[in-house]
């Protein structure tokens, strides 16, 4: 049985292992292959990668809080974990551990063909997914503005991968509002802990939500209602997981059963 895993804590919420185990039903490889979830505290985490090869595992996902700690156990680093600084995705190779970084790739497939280039985008956070969708907008072009909590790590962020900060941003301005902090995983009001009103939204912009779980988040659902285009947590989760897959098995899995599973 070659194994894979999602390495986090907590990670009984996740919805990887259903997404991933239905995509290798789906490619004919479940005899093979199979998924799992790992909880494991950020002391545990390099022993455990360490013992994993030899316990059947070809690759893992990482994820909260392991996505600094992946690159310090990788012996061969993607040029795009290079410039975020986050990995989310390891393989255990012939020659070693190699980090790859498949949110950034995921979020532009999720974002799918709109335009990116010259459009006004505001990222709100400045955690690992925040890394990861800075890099991503700018790359394709966006003029992107970042916003956090605690703004010293926006500037980080920003000096280290790109973007300028801002700390009171005019919501209404921007063509594209990225969320990509945890405010709302655990039920807490969006336009109570971020500098968003629900007023600000409206037709033309898109909004993304890194947040998932089994309900539309209180702001996609006021982003959809002032008439924004939406795009949730489900399908960034889904676009990274299938690039992820194909890092370990070598091939395409098909999208419509795992974002049927991912849905639950
Ligand atoms: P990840 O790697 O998933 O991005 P992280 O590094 O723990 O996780 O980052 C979490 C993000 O959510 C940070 O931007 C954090 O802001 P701080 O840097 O100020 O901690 C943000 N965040 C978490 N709870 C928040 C809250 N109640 N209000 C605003 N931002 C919050």
Redesign the pocket.
């Known amino acids: 049985m070659n194994r894979l895993a999602v390495l986090g804590q907590p990670v009984s919420h996740s919805r990887s292992p259903a997404m991933h185990n239905a995509a290798l039903a789906a490619m004919g490889l479940a005899g093979e292959w199979r998924y799992e979830a790992i909880d494991v505290d950020p002391a545990g985490f390099e022993p455990l990668v360490a013992a994993m090869p030899a316990e059947g595992f070809r690759g893992a996902n990482v994820?909260?809080?392991h996505?600094g700690a992946a690159l310090a156990v990788a012996d061969e680093l993607s040029e795009v974990v290079r410039e975020i600084g986050?990995a989310n995705t390891i393989t255990f190779e012939e020659r070693g551990i190699r980090a790859d970084n498949t949110d950034a790739p995921g979020l532009l497939a999720a974002i799918g063909g709109r335009p990116l280039r010259g459009r006004r985008a505001l990222v709100?956070?400045?955690?690992?997914?925040?890394?990861a969708a800075v890099w991503a907008l700018c790359r394709e072009g966006a003029r992107l503005e970042v916003w956090?909590?605690?703004p010293l790590?926006?500037e980080h962020l920003c000096a280290e991968v790109g973007g300028s900060t801002v700390e009171d941003p005019d919501i209404a301005g921007y063509d594209i509002v990225v969320n990509?902090?945890?405010?709302g995983l655990r039920g807490?009001d969006p336009f109570a802990?971020?500098p968003l009103s629900p007023e600000a939204l409206h037709a033309g912009q898109l909004v993304l939500d890194?947040v998932y779980g089994e309900e539309p988040t209180a702001l996609l659902r006021a982003a959809g209602e002032a008439g924004a285009e939406t795009v949730d947590g489900i399908e960034v989760l889904v676009q990274q997981g299938a690039l992820s897959m194909r890092a370990w098995v070598g091939r395409e899995p098909p999208l419509d059963p795992m974002r049927a599973a991912a849905r639950g």
């Open positions: 994820t909260v809080p996505k986050a709100l956070g400045a955690g690992g997914a925040g890394r956090n909590r605690t790590r926006a990509t902090t945890a405010v807490e802990e971020l890194m």
